[in-house]
């Protein structure tokens, strides 16, 4: 569990990244942080894993103060930056085990535990001797989420963790995600992939200049009325209109694609019913689940 308790923050004097951040992230819950860029995601989780330290008030790791009990507090945080911090003229195999040994991990311990992480995520033994630089990114990501969790912390953060991975490296992080939320572990993850996301994430943050927005569980945003496909053999300039009534509409070649507003329950019947009395033949009428990027990213975030 992490608790973030009237945070703020600034590089600078004249410019302040983060203002009066206030969340617990509980155990046993993944979260998605999202935002535009520069909203400041990236820096709430160096502040989270203790790379930046809060101008003003705490982040508490599992009740310890990371500021005040820095030791005990990291040995529960796991980090998966953005960027690989290795020396990249080394092997991958012998920084990774010697990074465990940080954690009071024994050589054997730490041994059996990056190589077991590192054939779980796919990436084989023959490229463990090889220098981080000869590495591929989708490789370098896979020994970015061994180093993040070497230590089996009960608070694992990750910054587009899904950057870089084929097909089969998101289904072995997704799974390892979701087996490290079903035991009892708080796992926090900002990624610009929201559909991946979307499909594990039990709560969602929004975070725009610096202030925390909106926070909302994945099951109530997909309650609401998502986008709804709309096709009629017979379109006209009146099309448009009478569509708009019921949310923003676009025309997306033979399809209009009506997103309707948060607030306003739009029912599919409603609208053929409308259609069919302004004499529209109506060929077809789906409509998709309220993503991320409707919640957050259509302007209706009051």
């Known amino acids: 569990m992490i608790t973030l308790s009237d945070i703020n923050f600034s590089y600078n004097s ?36 203790g790379i930046n330290t809060p101008r003003s008030g705490t982040v508490e790791v599992d009740g310890y103060n990371i ?58 033994s023959e490229f463990w001797k090889k220098q981080v630089k000869t590495l591929s990114l989708g490789q370098k990501r896979r020994v970015g989420i061994t180093m993040a969790t070497v230590h089996n912390p009960d608070n694992i953060i990750m910054d587009e963790p899904y950057n870089g991975f084929d097909p089969f490296g998101m289904k072995a992080l997704t799974d390892f995600i979701l087996e490290e939320r079903d035991k009892g572990k708080t796992v926090i993850i900002s990624s610009h992939i929201l559909k991946e996301v979307q499909t594990i994430a039990d709560e ?60 306003n329950n739009v029912k599919t019947w409603d609208i053929n019913s409308t259609l069919v009395s302004e004499k529209y033949h109506v060929e077809s009428i789906r409509q998709e689940k309220r993503t991320i990027e409707d919640e957050f990213f259509s302007g209706k975030n009051n």
């Open 14 to 49: 004249k410019k302040t990244v983060l203002k009066g951040i206030e969340k617990k992230f509980s155990s046993g819950r993944i979260y998605g942080v999202v935002g535009p860029n520069g909203a400041g995601k990236t820096t709430l989780l160096n502040l989270m894993s």
């Open 67 to 124: 500021v005040k009990h820095r030791a005990d507090a990291l040995m529960r945080v796991g980090f998966m930056p953005d960027s690989l911090y290795l020396d990249y003229e080394r092997p991958v195999l012998e920084q990774l085990i010697y990074f465990g040994t940080f954690y009071n991990m024994t050589y054997r311990e730490s041994t059996e535990r990056v190589t077991k992480l590192l054939t779980l995520f796919g990436l084989p």
């Open 204 to 263: 969602f943050v929004y975070i725009e200049l610096g202030k925390l927005l909106k926070s909302k569980d994945t099951a109530e945003i997909e309650k609401t009325a998502g986008k709804i496909w709309i096709r009629v053999n017979n379109p006209d300039d009146s099309l448009m209109t009478i569509l708009s009534k019921f949310g923003t509409v676009r025309r997306i070649g033979p399809e209009y694609e009506l997103t309707p507003d948060p607030d």
